[in-house]
Nanobody
Framework: QVQLVESGGGLVQAGGSLTLSCAAS????????MGWFRQSPGKEREFAAG????????SYADSVKGRFTISRDNVNNMVYLQMNSLRPEDTAVYYC??????????????????WGQGTQVTVSS
């Protein structure tokens, strides 16, 4: 079982940057592909970025490609999402998720087994 705790959200002006962190418990963190999803009010939860179990493969939604970077540290059981050139439309609650023996391009929420509680990101114009 894996417990996930996100941090690093906040309020930022358009064009600014934020780095989200996700701390994972458990001894087999490297058995899980990891993903970042986001959800805005009235919208479905959507895939933002994913990373393979080793960290060697990453995937991004078209809306964030070139601006966001996902990474992981399998020694310290951490996943990160570096977000640059933020836009007001990036405003959402961001969730960290873990997929047991999943892939970096698992785009659907149902592919993931564990979720964090979410962290709010607000981008002002």
């Amino acid at each position: 079982q894996v417990q996930l705790v996100e941090s690093g959200g906040g309020l930022v002006q358009a064009g600014g940057s934020l780095t989200l962190s996700c701390a994972a418990s458990g001894r087999i963190f490297s058995s899980y592909a990891m993903g970042w999803f986001r959800q805005s009010p009235g919208k479905e939860r959507e895939f933002a970025a994913g990373i393979s179990r080793s960290g060697g493969s990453t995937s991004y939604a078209d809306s964030v490609k070139g601006r966001f970077t996902i990474s992981r540290d399998n020694v310290n059981n951490m996943v990160y999402l570096q977000m640059n050139s933020l836009r007001p439309e990036d405003t959402a609650v961001y969730y960290c998720a873990a997929a047991y023996y999943g892939r970096s391009n698992d785009y659907t929420p149902k592919s993931y087994d564990y979720w964090g509680q979410g962290t709010q990101v607000t981008v002002s114009s």
